[in-house]
């Protein structure tokens, strides 16, 4: 028998303790919680929140479907696409009965399953917005109705959900939602030839291809990508038939065409330009396309938007969107630390990007940028009690100025108990459940193990792999390999950008082994293997690229591949006042009972002394006394848990 | 005869070659492209103003007069403030007579003067918009109307023009208009217990007190800065008597309170907070009434704004305004570069305040940042053109950041040929025509001389002081009194902060006098007396509070009271990427081709190289190499009158 050709990954435990404690407080805490705050039952605030736009304290998303559904009355409120917060909540439920069967959950999404049918249209239209207090312009103001993109995360949760359950009903609702979605939207005769103003419905219908195998769900979702830009006027004209003023969201339109990528076709695109979660969803949707397809111009795209992300437009901490006005990417090399946006929701998409890339080609760099999302960026998102959320991830943030100035007033220092805008939490607790999803790539006879976060894998064949370490604290990566059967498969374990030197041990005995795209590869066909590997661990001083303005002069923290922070809580405000050299000694430990178990890096570095406050600002400039002091960072994910502070990641240098 | 006990300016005759230039520029080029630009006879492009709000081309404010003069039919165009940027015109028109007698224009005023006369309704009132397009709402929304606002600008430039043309029915309109306003509003029964949203009638009102010596006017005055703030609802009460959502300026009812200076009465406020132009404008009324009335404590709060914004809240330059947001301060020691607002308009008004505060007080402080706002802060808002303007002036430009970052699309990084709000233009062109009224304070028997720009002042009784120098490019500066009939006076000189050593040398001879208040005394009696001073020009390297965040580890070059910038014209971009130590080497010289003759700085640094473009973002630290060079700097006012291209004040060090 030939596997080799072909393994099949069953299951993955995550064993981590960094992750099984994430993964069980989205369990015990989040979604309880969430499920409250859509069912308006949670003592929230979201006064504070800056996206909140006057609205009041509750979510009322449930209640939208019962009123769709006909099981209650009133209108609708909230955002037109307030469904999906359900609906990534219905999917991180999903996945955490992979790992933490729950009864009680269970009857709760299943009957959260029969309102959804309810409320779904005959033809298998969804949107509660629409259905309750607008029926007669469905389809009608794509720039701003969220309606595809409403679907195709209840098409995701859906597909995960039946995944999960074996629950037929879920999937029904999504395959109907899917073939309304195919009667409506096309070039022919009688279609709408547009797309959504928010992708989102291109990814869904490639799950739910994978899923169905049904090829008309991802011609549906390559027409929507090919369809894209075509006609940059689709949008005005949609608006103009609906009513010019007749916004559905208030200034959406006056937003520029590439705010919602449809300034021009996607093959023409240079740059990732415009609303960054928009971007990333657009993009996991065309590596889904583009490898279900085989279309090259749509993976010239992928690989054209990666590199203008990665290596133009990122933080170091994996965060994208560089402004608020727009939550969108600017331009190359503008990475302002203060008024950035970061949007975790981004990130959350960034990492779905990064996976599907890694689904086309072996490449470490996409992994690498998992890694990132994971281990900071989209993590610092939430707070270590699972009930706080940032919406905005800043790298620079001060209390002062954010209460100060009106250009910070979107950064918010300490987490919100929620959002008027609520898809931040539900997206990264839907990314943490599915964790274990993103730990394997395996194409052919290849298995690629490409995220240090202990598992136990199981593949066709009884193959088990099975890692265990204390990532990302310590780099011994220990790897036992089960093949009792004998099967011949290539095993690739990713090599980390960020390691300078990686010792691989095979059966305790050192080896030399070539990294072809940031992996090594094992060919294995012995009963059992097992693989050590030391990653450097060491702590590193970082600096950005000299065309990035806002870190000239500047470096950060890195250790493995978390990334520091510091934070006015360990270390005398004002921050700026301290200065760290490129080679500044660092010592680190890890501090059990900080944060829930941090690494700590202290860092040797100066201090400037605080002038007087109302003496004349401008003055003859002198060398100023530097006074030794040392700095302690804690993982940037782990920022603002403690009291209200200045914090920063890029240390004046 | 005792004239020691009161002496009397009449007469200062600019010489300075330096503001010669600027004051014939104002009369060839200025005042007739204005007066074109507001008869829409121009040919003016405003597409790129940020602040037009797709305003089309015309300003139609001259138009707006003839259509209440019953001369034109049609609407009112433009803001409701519309008018004012005729009376600024009005007023910079009637100081240019002093020193250039223009009988073709002043045909042209004399005509606009009566079209003012029969614009105004027989109850004094005077404001456009209000007449033609919305009668009945006079004085029903003045949190945002700027009706006492308009009126004020007319008060300013009907006193202006009397004083300079002894035209009486310039100066009636004027006292009509206040007593129209003294009718309408007060604590008595019947009438309004409000002020206007953007102060300007007190300063306005005080100046015409000063004019006809009517008790009234100062009362009123005084009235409405006691009564600022009192009832902070009051605003809010008009808007909901007037209809809530009936704006006249959208979005301006939800900005708070402070930005109209109306959170708390003025006696009670500790920091200078909301729109900046409003606050400088307020300050110039306080000071105003604070001298005519000996109210001690509207005394202490001139006092107080002035220490917060010039110890706290001004840049280098002199320009005032933080954010964009509201054109308005933000907090204590928050000086961003590069989103910052800095109107032109808030350094015309600062330099008003300065003035005032100057007749109250000789201290050298006022005189200091009164000459920073005319050689810097202010100045740079005309092209040495005379055609183009700047409405903001940042300390750090990018155009691939103006155009790529919409939290930077305000900052222009050329000036533009007109704005749809167009206050500047016009309150810059009046500061300059009227700067010989800035040069001389009088007080009892004290003659303060605090700028050194070249005059020849006549006083009363054949006393003449004549200035000669080639300030701001020399430091030499040499004094003639005349007072032939032996008259007894005090004589102040200014010794600027910035000069840490000044040599005086009177009659020949260096004598060491003592500095009160930054101020040199001499007691003159004799027929003639020959000063010269020699300040100290050396080129220094400044440097901000380290409570500055924004300009922590950064230098900037003065020489004299001349703040200067690098331009990318002169200094290969980015400049980012240059280094310039607090003990830099410095040469300057005089360049009299290059921007109509200015003083150049080169200064001894480092750059580091650019980066590749593409490759990874982030990477550990190394030292990097910094080549030794030379950047040029020019006199920041004079920025942006090359190429488009980056600058910088504050250099990296």
Chains 1, 2 share one sequence.
């Not at 298995?447 to 990532?471: C, G, M, P, R, Y």
Request: glycine share 6%; proline share 4%; net charge negative.
């Amino acid at each position: 028998m030939d596997i080799a050709n072909k393994i099949r990954l069953k299951n993955v435990e995550v064993t981590s303790d960094f992750w099984k404690r994430y993964r069980e407080l989205v369990v015990k805490e989040v979604l309880p919680y969430q499920w409250k705050v859509m069912n308006d039952e949670a003592d929230i605030s979201i006064s504070e929140d800056p996206q909140n736009n006057g609205r009041d304290q509750n979510s009322h998303a449930v209640a939208n479907l019962k009123i769709a559904a006909g099981k209650m009355s009133g209108h609708h409120y909230g955002f037109p696409f307030q469904d999906t917060d359900v609906y990534k909540w219905l999917e991180a439920a999903a996945y955490s009965f992979g790992y933490h069967p729950n009864a009680d959950l269970q009857k709760i999404t299943n009957s959260l399953i029969d309102l959804i049918a309810e409320a779904q249209d005959d033809d298998g239209y969804l949107s509660t917005y629409f259905q309750i207090d607008a029926p007669e312009r469905k389809f009608k103001r794509l720039q701003q109705s969220h309606e595809l993109y409403t679907m195709g995360h209840y098409i995701e949760a859906g597909v995960a959900y039946y995944q999960a359950t074996g629950n037929q009903k879920a999937l029904d609702i999504a395959t109907r939602m899917a073939d309304c979605i195919d009667d409506h939207f096309g070039l022919e005769e009688g279609k709408i030839p547009g797309y959504d103003g928010h992708p989102e419905i291109e990814l869904a219908l490639s799950r739910l291809y994978e899923e169905t195998g049904k090829q008309k769900y991802i011609d549906l979702a390559h027409y929507f990508l090919k369809q894209r830009g075509q006609d940059p006027d689709f949008f005005d004209k949609q608006n103009r038939a609906d009513g010019w003023d007749n916004d559905i969201l208030e200034g959406m339109r006056n937003l520029p065409k590439s705010y919602y990528q449809a300034a021009e076709p996607i093959i023409d695109q240079q740059t990732a330009d415009g609303h960054a979660v928009r971007v990333v969803y657009l993009c996991t949707g065309m590596a889904y396309v583009a490898r279900f397809t085989g279309d090259k111009d749509l993976l010239a795209a992928c690989h054209r938007f990666w590199k203008d992300i990665v290596r133009r437009r990122m933080y170091i901490t994996g965060n994208i969107g560089s402004t608020t006005i727009g939550e969108a990417f600017t331009y190359d090399y503008d990475l302002p630390n203060d008024t950035m946006y970061g949007e975790t929701c981004a990130s959350v998409g960034m990492s779905f990007f990064a996976r599907q890339m890694l689904n086309i080609e072996a490449k470490g760099e996409y992994a690498d940028i998992l890694e990132k999302e994971l281990f900071n960026g989209a993590l610092s998102g939430m707070a270590l009690d699972g009930k706080h959320f940032f919406y905005v991830n800043p790298l620079e943030a001060d209390p002062a100025a954010s209460k100060g100035n009106p250009g910070k007033s979107h950064v918010l220092t300490h987490r919100a108990d929620w959002f008027g805008c609520a898809c931040c939490p539900a997206n990264l607790a839907r990314l943490i459940t599915s964790v274990d999803q993103y730990l394997y790539t395996v194409n052919g006879d290849t298995i690629l193990s490409h995220q240090f976060i202990s598992n136990k894998a199981e593949f066709d064949d009884h193959v088990e792999v099975v890692q265990t370490n204390h990532f990302p604290w310590s780099g011994d990566i220990h790897y036992e390999v089960r093949n009792p059967e004998q099967h011949a498969f290539k095993l690739g374990i990713r090599i980390p950008s960020w390691s300078a030197k990686t010792e691989i041990a095979i059966n305790g005995a050192i080896q030399s082994l070539p990294v072809k795209d940031g992996f090594i590869y094992l060919n294995v066909t012995e009963k059992s293997l097992v693989i050590d590997l030391k990653l450097d661990m060491s702590v590193k001083i970082m600096q950005a690229s000299t065309r990035v303005e806002s870190d000239f002069g500047k470096v950060a923290v890195q250790r493995g591949p978390v990334i520091y922070a510091t934070e006015e809580t360990d270390n005398q405000a004002p921050l700026w006042l301290y200065k760290v050299s490129p080679e500044a000694k660092t010592t680190y430990h890890y501090d059990k009972t900080l944060l829930n178990g941090v690494g700590v890096v202290q860092i040797a570095g100066t201090r400037t002394s605080l002038a007087e406050d109302g003496v004349p600002l401008y003055t003859p400039a002198t060398k100023r006394v530097q006074d030794p002091i040392t700095m302690q960072l804690i993982p940037y994910y782990a920022w603002a848990n403690r009291s209200d502070g200045q914090m920063r990641v890029w240390l004046n240098s």
